[in-house]
């Protein structure tokens, strides 16, 4: 994989995963040049984030990168965009609707693992906070792997 120049994090609505995930990766980046987006496989209208996906958020001093639900879209997509769903079901849908973008993994099969990230639908805050703590893991393993890259990259072109 080349120089990953943005990652985009996505779930089917836009509303709770993929912006803990692009939270937590834009609270690590640090100066990094490496866009990060979240977006939704079925974003009907703008939608606010999940609030139990806010409150844990905040009680970790994280920011969300957007208030309301975004969906994916061709244009968002650079040259070295890396893509990372929470589902398997979810990266399918991706490769289905554009063929052409290369880079697309499950956030735990980017990381060597196997298995979705799952909402906690209804479930209580302690319920979202323990899906926090799995996508705070591997989208710092996902990070560690793509920092590396770039640290790789650097020192081949010196």
Do not use: W
């Not at 958020?57 to 929470?86: C, I, N, W, Y």
């Not at 319920?127 to 650097?154: N, P, R």
């Amino acid at each position: 994989m080349s120089a990953v120049k943005k990652v985009i994090f996505v779930c089917t609505d836009n509303t709770c995963l993929s912006n803990m995930a692009a939270a937590v990766f834009e609270g690590i980046r640090g100066e990094r040049e490496i866009e990060v987006a979240s977006r939704g496989l079925v974003v009907l209208f703008p939608e606010p984030i999940n609030q139990k996906a806010v409150a844990i958020l905040t009680s970790h001093q994280l920011k969300l990168l957007a208030d309301e639900a975004k969906p994916l879209e061709s244009r968002d997509f650079v040259p070295g965009t890396l893509v990372l769903t929470m589902t398997g079901a979810e990266r399918d849908q991706v490769k289905e609707r554009f063929p052409d973008m290369p880079n697309i993994f499950t956030l735990r099969e980017f990381d060597g693992q196997e298995g979705d990230i799952v909402e906690p639908l209804g479930g209580t805050l302690a319920d979202y906070g323990a899906c926090y703590e799995h996508i705070d893991l591997f989208t710092k393993v996902a990070a560690e792997i793509i920092f590396k890259e770039e640290e790789k990259d650097d020192s081949a072109g010196m």
